[in-house]
């Protein structure tokens, strides 16, 4: 497999995710309210896979790498381009977690922006990921030899296995805290 085998499969599970928010927005058009715990489900999946997982391996390894690269101009571009979405989907992360937090507590104007950053959520991750897997991960491959690309794989697995340790470290660390 080369390295960008293990990004493209987990955009299918983001696509996957993408999906059942879908979902979640057209019940809240006909019901009227969301299950809280749902959007906690959601705000962990886009935190530590899409975000700390995915992204994580994307800017930590592979943008890392092509730094040191001679990148064209047009590929320079869209590499500050796609860390500015990361940037961005983090962001709004951080605001459906207030969102549901206001909602949980009987702030009812709360379900508007729950469904109004579900939606930015449902518009922004199809085109970036189109972004990555047709034009910029087949451009960013034309930097790497064969074995630097067999060590960024391997470097993914890595990074991947140190994952659960994080998560679950954080976890316990959360409920220290309260
Ligand atoms: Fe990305
Ligand atoms: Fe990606």
């Not at 047009?74 to 709004?92: G, N, P, S, Y």
């Amino acid at each position: 497999m080369q390295a960008r085998g293990p990004l493209m499969i987990e955009h299918r599970l983001i696509e996957r995710m993408m999906s059942l928010i879908k979902h979640a927005l057209a019940q809240i058009e006909s019901i009227h309210k969301i299950d809280p715990v749902f959007v906690d489900t959601m705000v962990d999946f886009i935190h530590m896979y899409a975000d700390r997982t995915h992204h994580g391996k994307e800017e930590e390894i592979l943008f890392r790498d092509l730094k040191n690269r001679p990148l064209s101009t047009e590929d320079q571009r869209v590499m500050k381009e796609l860390i500015e979405e990361h940037a961005f989907c983090r962001q709004t992360n951080k605001e459906l977690v207030e969102a549901n937090t206001r909602y949980r507590t009987g702030d009812e104007s709360a379900l508007a922006d729950i469904a109004s950053k579900l939606h930015t959520f449902v518009e922004f991750y199809p085109k970036h990921i189109q972004k990555e897997d047709m034009v910029f991960f087949t451009a960013s491959r034309t930097y790497f030899s064969d074995e630097e690309d067999k060590a960024m794989l391997a470097e993914f697995w890595e990074f991947d296995r140190k994952m659960i340790h994080e998560k679950y470290k954080s976890v316990v660390e959360g409920l220290q805290k309260q």
